[in-house]
């Protein structure tokens, strides 16, 4: 007689507290789960559809400047502070967490167009069209500041007066120089009240100066006379420059990829760029209806986020040539400045309207401590909606955004545009004689490199 | 001419000045004058030439000077304008200038001798005192030349002379030496000038011009960045292909490995530091340093240690002595009963078991036994009347006894029926004992004694040879295969006892061939005689002639891939689809699929297989299994059809062997045609075809009025079905018949091609191919595993399901640190939180916050 038993160990399945799991087993047999796929789609469905429920990007607005925010800067060193600046002088150090005003820093006349702070976190620069550099202590934060709602106000630990109205600042990583731009690039020292070093790039004045975060002493500019450029600050001349159609309002370094950067266009696109090759962009991304005004990199490296003139905030994956995530609120007014948080958790915008804004990076990211099993299934959800993104319908789900009107019909209007241009190249080469007429890829279009002659 | 032309522009200039000036308010002449006087003498010099240049301007006719009218209010005609004051100063008429320039001219004029002496001293004191030599040397040379001066312009780097320009007439330093020659100091000057003229390493170039210079620094500073992006290539791409990056370790948990671990280890308790002490003794450590002669003498023992040690070795041979001792006296006693209680109660004893191997093995057997008996009956699970009625009454809770009693009850239970790891390798009880009970055999029977024994076997399978009623076997024609297989297999058992009785009869002779008395072998060689075996359950592998050649081709039957053929893919949904089966789950006896194997050049070649259904119609439903190749030995398969797990044992390389010569091979095609006789396989299927073509391409329903309508009267019933509807009903047909014969298998008689669009699977799928993927293989095969937590083991789950970039809210990312990668090694497999690696790569320079790939 045969006797087929089932035999296991009280060991095994006795648990240790009553709040254990109890085990289960499974058979992992596929030939006893034929609808396995099935399953999975029907999950990654639920997991898109969840995704849009629970997507709540906005966290909070940030308020306390009278004039529209020209510049922000992120704190290196400490997760919660923020600066920001405002074009009528105003510079503030907030606190993300409780959303308030710490530290106001006043003394600039006139519009404040940079501010940076020093990879330490010890010293803030701000520069401004009152053709000053301002160096600032940035206070220690402490648990009193936190509680109390007093602000206190700093005076700058130094003033260096220029010669002509200053439009960026950068501070380079883990350096004591800093860069200023303007109608030209001074490096400056923080001890030092002249600069170092200085640049003149052309005739025009220099609008975005950011230092790179791998390579400390190469630095990429953006001018007015539609110009990027490429300097190493140990040499006497630039490097390589990219000369586009439009201008580029600001530039970012990605911080994991040193040799690549991207630049925030006046068309609305953003182009990133291999620093060793100027023919041509390595990707674009479109999205944005209108002037780029801002950029700034996750420190991861994996995306970057953007600030608009068309009053959005979009976020892109650094390969990608679409944006995977656009913010706007109904009072957001023209984003003059965006910034990843130095955990890639959040981002935060400042806009015409006096605001700062923060938002999640993620938006229906749940925040908050996590337990290992919900984290579990957060991962199981997103992987399973990753794997079957490609399907119509999840497709559908995933991409679907409600935009403001005006966006909504700039973006018709575009392709309108673009169809009918492309319709009128497509029967202007059909017509005439094959290889006569050749497109250009979008990558290299807009950039107009001249030939460095032998 | 560039002399002139500049002459001209700067006569033009002036004119031009004049000009702007008498556009602006309208000065009076005499103060136009005094301006212009005042800018003369500034380029006095050159204003004589221009001068010059100017009438000779005239004279060309280029310019001509246009002399603006005065303005009509000023001119005063008619008194038609107001008069009104002039405020601006007005010099009286009669003023005269004072000709400055004139006076300096006449200074320098006056002058210029002495300027001229003046300047030649200066000059030759200058030389002297660079030069160091005499004065005298450069009197001659002031002289001696006279000054002819004949450009329009002073010659410079932008007018060169004449001769300059021809390449005549060329200063060179001979001239300069020339009447030096014989002063003093020459010999020295002349060797200097020679040797400096040797040496043309230290000779300093004309820079380049600007432009070109330029050019020259920018391409070497492109060259340096481009260099100092392009080190960063490999890690860059060995973070873009990572599957995971990391960005959450900030803990550092510490030390990870034990000699890590022990090199910090601090003695705590006495005893820790006691040893320490001892290990940690320097004269220890010295000893052994040296030579070791000296840890002698640290070896050396009190009084009081051997003292203690003697005394200890005294108690245990005391307590050995003791003991023997007993162990003579137990000897000595003579009485039986005495010995078997004592052994029985060793035997009870575990220790006892241990001791003996013989007695371990009946232990064994006797719990073995046990076990069984305890899964049997269940007898002490608290389901028993005692146990019951105890529970009942809530005694157990009360006596403390009875709880123990029933505690002890379920232990037993555990213990019992827990699964026996000691006893072999078996992973179930019944495997184990068949085994066993094969080993047995081997052990004990002689080869003849197995023999009857098989005989016997033979005997009684020749009598039973009853059809099953149920499942697949009840069918008719495998019914009808089966009776014949039957009688096939008892003539050769019939056969095989005639043999037996000859080798009987002959004194077991023959059996001289060596018979291996081990297992398997024994029995291969025997089966022959007992083949002819049936079992109801066994039906999949009716015509599975693999058995030999599993053996073979060196394949485990068990993990032998069945290849099922489905002749009729006309099946379910109708779609050829490719789904696999396991063997195990396709040897259920309720299922009906037969499997063909194929034996196609030597390997298995999977073919498609078909979905089953458990349903009965569907079993009905047959396929004619094709086979490409048929084995040589089809006859002793089919009868070999083995009982589950002897079976498995008994057909061997040994046994084909030895029945290859003795039975003929019949054509794959007879055996499929014994297997299937009166089947009309090729109806059936094209029975199916029609349903599945009737099920797609749906047939039009025929013209019919509902009962009661159109039937009222005679004249109705006559007019029968109104015309437009049967029009209607034969262009239906007509469509039918188009729709059928576009169809793709509307030519291939032996295909069923579905082109139903299933609208749920639909959702399934893409239109196109996702981007990264390159192809439609590689696309399906990255769809094809499942990645949840049902259908994957626990330990893959979190690896399946990672993301891209693992980070953690509040930590904060840096930037990436450079750090060499060797572009040439894999993506390593190590996970970041093996923190003895993190170490080890801290070690070398790295700093926190780097991307790790896994």
Known sequence: MRIKTISRSVDEFTRERSQDLQRVFHNFDPSLRPMEKAVEYQRALTAAKLEKIFARPFVGAMDGHRDGISCMAKNPNYLKGIFSASMDGDIRLWDIATRRTVCQFPGHQGAVRGLTVSTDGNVLVSCGIDSTVRLWNVPRPSLEDSDLSSEKSAEPSAVYVCKNALLAVDHQFEGELFATSGAQIDIWNHNRSQPVHSFKPGNDSVISVRFNPGEPDILAVSSNDRRMIIYDIRMSSAAREIRMQTKTNSIAWNPMEPMNFTGANEDGNCYSFDGRKNEEAKCVHKDHVSAVMDIDFSPTGREFVTGSYDRSVRIFPYNGGHSREIYHTKRMQRVFCVKYSSDATYVISGSDDTNLRLWKAKASEQLGVILPREQKKHEYNEAVKNRYKHLPEIKRIVRHRHLPKPIYKAIAESRAVNNAKKRKDDRRKASSAPGTIVTKPLRTRRIINEREVE | ?854
């Open chain 2, 1 to 854: 001419m560039g002399g002139l032309k500049r002459k001209s522009s700067s006569s033009a200039k002036s004119v031009a000045k004049s000009k702007k000036k008498k556009k602006g308010p309208h000065l009076p002449n005499s103060i136009l004058k005094v301006i212009a006087d005042q800018k003369r003498p500034l380029n006095s010099d050159e204003e004589e030439e221009e001068d010059e240049i100017d009438s000779d301007d005239e004279h060309g006719g280029d310019l001509y000077e246009y002399e603006e009218g005065v303005p009509e209010e000023e001119s005063r005609k008619n008194n038609r304008y107001d008069r009104h004051d002039n405020y601006d100063y007005e010099l009286p008429d009669d003023f005269e200038d004072e000709n400055v320039e004139s006076e300096d001219d006449d200074f320098d004029g006056g002058n210029s001798e002495n300027d001229d002496d003046d300047d030649d001293d200066r000059h030759t004191r200058m030389l002297q005192s660079l030069t160091g030599m005499p004065s005298a040397a450069f009197q001659g040379e002031s002289k001696s030349k006279p000054v002819l001066f004949t450009e329009a312009y002073p010659e410079g780097e932008f007018n060169p002379t004449r001769d300059v320009l021809e390449g005549k007439n060329v200063l060179t330093e001979e001239d300069f030496l020339a009447p030096l020659e014989g002063k003093p100091g020459y010999h020295k000057t002349s060797k200097q000038i020679a040797r400096m003229r040797k040496d043309t390493k230290h000779v300093v170039h004309a820079p380049l011009p600007k432009p070109q210079r330029e050019r020259l620094e920018r391409k070497a500073v492109i060259g340096l960045v481009d260099g100092e992006f392009s080190k960063w290539v490999h890690l860059v791409k060995k973070n873009r292909e990572a599957p995971t990056v990391y960005f959450n370790q900030e803990v550092d948990l510490g030390y990870s490995t034990v000699g890590a671990i022990a090199s910090e280890f601090q003695p705590r308790t006495e005893f820790e530091k006691k040893m320490a002490s001892l290990l940690n003794d320097s004269e220890v450590s010295e000893a052994h340093r040296d030579d070791g002669a000296r840890l002698l003498e640290l070896n050396e023992v009190s009084m009081e240690d051997h003292i203690k040690k003697r005394d200890h070795i005294a108690k245990i041979r005391n307590l050995l002595f003791r003991h023997e001792a007993k162990s003579k006296r137990i000897k000595k006693i003579k009485s039986k009963t005495y010995h078997r209680l004592k052994n029985k109660d060793l035997k009870k004893s575990s220790l006892g078991a241990l001791m003996d191997p013989e007695m371990a093995k009946e232990e064994a057997m006797r719990q073995e036994a046990k076990r069984v008996e305890e899964r049997l009956t269940l007898k002490h699970r608290n389901t028993g009347k005692w146990a019951k009625r105890m529970v009942r009454l809530g005694l157990n809770a009360k006596y403390d006894a009875t709880r123990a009693a029933i505690a002890e009850q379920l232990q037993m239970n555990a213990n019992l029926s827990r699964k026996m790891h000691s006893m072999g390798d078996g992973s179930s009880s019944d495997e184990s004992d068949d085994e066993e009970g094969l080993n047995d055999g081997s052990d004990e029977d002689t080869p003849s004694r197995l023999i009857a024994k098989a005989k016997e076997k033979t005997l009684k399978t020749m009598e039973d040879d009853e059809v099953p009623n149920a499942g697949l076997m009840s069918l008719p024609f495998m019914a009808r295969a089966m009776k014949k297989k039957n009688e096939e297999a008892n003539e050769e058992a019939k056969r095989a006892l005639e043999e037996y009785e000859e080798w009987e009869n002959s004194g077991g002779e023959n059996s001289k061939k060596p018979v291996s008395v081990s297992g398997r072998r024994v029995f291969g060689a025997t089966a022959k005689v007992e083949a002819p075996k049936e079992s109801k359950k066994d039906s999949d592998n009716f015509y599975d002639n693999s058995d030999s050649d599993n053996d073979m081709a060196g394949v485990e039957d068990n993990d032998m891939e069945d290849v099922r053929d489905n002749a009729s893919p006309a099946r379910n949904t109708g779609t050829i689809t490719e789904t696999e089966f396991d063997d195990a789950a396709g040897n259920q006896a309720s299922k009906t699929t037969f499997d063909v194997a194929m034996f196609a050049s030597g390997s298995w070649k999977k073919m498609t297989s078909c979905k089953n259904t458990e349903s009965k119609k569907e079993s009905k439903k047959t396929r004619a299994p094709i086979s490409q190749s048929q084995d040589k030995k089809g006859s002793r398969d089919e009868e070999s059809e083995d009982s589950e797990s002897e079976a498995e044992e008994m057909v061997d390389g040994v046994l084909a062997s030895a029945s290859k010569e003795t039975f003929e091979i019949p054509s794959q095609a007879e055996l499929i045609n014994r297997a299937f006789a009166g089947d009309d396989v090729l109806d059936e299927f094209e029975k199916d075809k029609e349903e599945v073509l009737n099920q797609e391409v749906p047939k039009p329903e025929k013209p019919v009025l509902l009962p009661g309508w159109g039937d009222w009267s005679n004249v109705q019933r006559k007019r029968g079905i109104s015309k437009r509807m049967v029009m209607e009903h034969e262009a239906e047909e007509k469509e039918r018949k188009q729709k059928l014969k576009t169809r793709k298998d509307a030519r291939l008689k032996h295909v069923i091609i579905s082109e139903k669009v299933d609208k749920r699977a639909e959702k399934l799928h893409t239109t196109t191919l996702p981007f990264p993927h390159t192809s439609k293989e590689a696309f399906e095969h990255s769809m094809r595993m499942p990645i949840g937590p049902e259908f994957n083991p626990s330990t893959v789950v979190s690896e399946l399901n990672r993301p891209e970039v693992v980070k953690k809210t509040g930590v904060i990312i840096k930037p990436v640190k450079f750090e060499e990668v060797n572009p040439n090694d894999e993506v390593d497999d190590e996970h970041p939180r093996n923190h003895q690696k993190q170490r080890s790569k801290k070690k070398t320079g790295k700093r926190q916050g780097k991307v790790k790939s896994k």
